[in-house]
């Protein structure tokens, strides 16, 4: 497992979200079956107060101390201070010091009992992680707050735009990326079929939302389009490649005209183009609008595949930079103008009809499309092929973009600077601070931090990080 750099209060949030965890042991293989997390102690001792767990099936009610590694109690002190002698469990992130780990001690010469959170955890840390920055807490607090209150707004203003930039350049990495992977497998990294690919994957996850963005880049990385553009299909096949793919056509209760001619062309092509049946318990249904919901999604990527395979999607896309006065304006009227086939106009999932119509993405999805992921992959195509002016015309677009769609981290981050973020650029930068110098407590890598925190050592200011 990769360690990644957590501070406590990020640890906190695990330690108080206990579908996190599951079957905790003590180091000395003691069971513990947690009823209540205790309550977050915002003064002095530890993290936790009045928490009750079961060690060994005998009930402790008393306080918790959340660590990083197994030596900060030892080098906290806190073997000496009297507010540490209620502690019941010490919950320890990472055993990477194992060989050289001594007994915590209260001051009372007491033995604390110590879990090694990372070895039972019920999900990727990666994936906790992106949960846990993608949904702050009431409580959340940058390490610069009040002092950046403080700062003047075109400073702050300055670095959003920065950051902005960084994260567009960050979008258009993870996309060099799959180029290089692409070439690497034998795709012609000059051949736009191999940008095509690249294209339809991106804009695929991206309509995954949050909570089938997985699924969505799986089931696009299975369609090679090559292999399709030689078949010449229809709308409708492609509709059936997908669908089927997606293992959305297997054990269907409803039968009509559209689910027929589905199974028979998926019948018909999936030997052809030796497709890969993904699980349908990979798609996420819970707590989505029905519009949101994938069968609904897929409708809206298979016209856009169709676009490209059929149509001339992607050189109205790269043209849209390239010839258009407003090339924002150029790239909505594209995917606005993308259309599923007629039956998902009534449709929001096989067989469910419903009164309201056109169950298609709206301008802000679409807008989300062009900032994460048209943006980022024209910047990648000008570069390569030397467009410079191309290059310049999307940083030019980029930073005078308005109006976005806020999240839990906008609105977090617009409140702990003290400022309404208005362009695009900022906001996105608003989201890169966050994720990878916030909350990783890089305050000595930006500006802001630079100038409240230039005569303190990093683990000081690390520890008022509050998720």
Known sequence: MIKLNLNENFISR?????????????????SVVVLDTGKKNRDEGPDYKDAQIYIDDKLFSGDVEIHKSLSDWKSHKHQKKNKYNLVILQIVMWDSEMSDYDIPIAKKSREIPTVIL?????????????????????QFKIPCNPGNLNIPQHEKNLLLEIMGKKRLHYRMDRISYKLDNLTFKGFNPRNSLTWEQILNEFVFEALGFSKNKIPFLKLAQNIELKKIRGLNLSELQIDAVLYGTAGMLNNL?????????????HTEL????????MDISEWNYFRLRPQNFPP???????????????????KTITLAFEKSKNPIKELRNIFSDIKPSEYWNEHYNFGKTSSKRNYQIGKDRIDDIII????????LYSKYFGKNLMTEKIYA??????????????KAMEKQLGMKIKKTISAQGAIHLHNFWCVKGKCNECNIGNKLFVKEEPLNYLKIILY
Do not use: Q
């Open 372 to 379: 994460n992921v048209i943006l980022p992959f024209l910047l």
């Open 270 to 277: 999936k030997d052809v183009l030796k497709l890969e049946t």
């Open 253 to 265: 209760r409803f039968k009509d005209d559209y689910i027929s001619i589905l199974k028979k062309h």
């Open 296 to 314: 609904v999604r897929i409708a809206y990527a298979s016209a856009f595949c169709s676009g490209l395979i059929n149509g001339n999607v992607f």
């Open 118 to 138: 990372s070895k039972f955890l019920t999900k990727s840390i990666h994936t906790i992680w992106r949960e846990i920055i993608n949904t702050p807490s009431p």
């Open 14 to 30: 695990i330690w108080e979200d206990k579908s996190y965890y599951f079957g905790l042991k003590t180091i000395d293989g003691k």
């Open 397 to 410: 677009e980029y930073t005078k973009l308005t109006g976005y769609t806020k999240n839990e981290i906008t």
